[in-house]
């Protein structure tokens, strides 16, 4: 709980710090990207110091934490849309149906890149992981303790990986 407040504080004080405005009609703002010290790469994982990703990721990933069910609704791509929106990261709702084509839609319609990692563990805090299979897939958004989409989990969902993306800076 006390990791969760201080990642919430650190986003907080990191935008307070940006500059950021609520009534910025640009969604995309360099200023929010940054890199993590040190210190924080243990939170927001393994990749964290390698690259340089848009800060309201981690916002969005704390936005679906805030909002998941106990339980599995079958309904993830819709929590992590809403989260995204929410977070500022897409300026419209994506619109494919199947979260297995997430990955797809987000770096074709709003700036996204898939990043080179293949066990969805070694993602950074903030990512949208995304899986395949023979129905409608799955996707989940990387957080400090786990995954969360439309529920919280401490373990990858076991489905074949498609990709982990990110929105850089």
């Known amino acids: 709980m006390r990791l969760k407040q201080s990642l919430f504080h650190f986003v907080v004080i990191l935008g307070l710090a940006c500059g950021a405005r609520a009534e910025e009609k640009s969604l995309y703002d360099p200023s929010h990207a940054t890199r993590p010290t040190p210190g924080l790469r243990n939170i927001f994982g393994p990749k964290s110091g390698g690259i340089q990703y848009d800060s309201r990721m981690i916002h969005a990933a704390e936005?679906?934490?805030?909002?998941?069910?106990?339980?599995?609704?079958?309904?993830?791509?819709?929590?992590?849309?809403?989260?995204?929106?929410?977070?500022?990261?897409?300026?419209?709702?994506?619109?494919?149906?199947?979260?297995?084509?997430?990955?797809?839609?987000?770096?074709?319609?709003?700036?996204?890149?898939?990043?080179?990692?293949?066990?969805?563990?070694?993602?950074?805090?903030?990512?949208?992981?995304?899986y395949g299979g023979p129905d409608a897939g799955h996707v989940e958004l990387r957080t400090a303790h786990g995954f969360v989409s439309d529920f919280i989990s401490p373990s990858p969902y076991p489905r074949p990986l498609v990709g982990v993306f990110v929105k850089p800076s």
């Open 63 to 130: 936005i679906a934490q805030l909002r998941a069910k106990p339980h599995m609704t079958w309904y993830c791509w819709r929590y992590v849309k809403d989260a995204l929106l929410a977070a500022g990261l897409v300026a419209t709702r994506p619109t494919t149906p199947w979260a297995k084509n997430a990955g797809q839609e987000l770096c074709s319609k709003f700036g996204f890149v898939r990043l080179r990692i293949d066990d969805p563990r070694k993602a950074p805090v903030g990512a949208v992981v995304v």
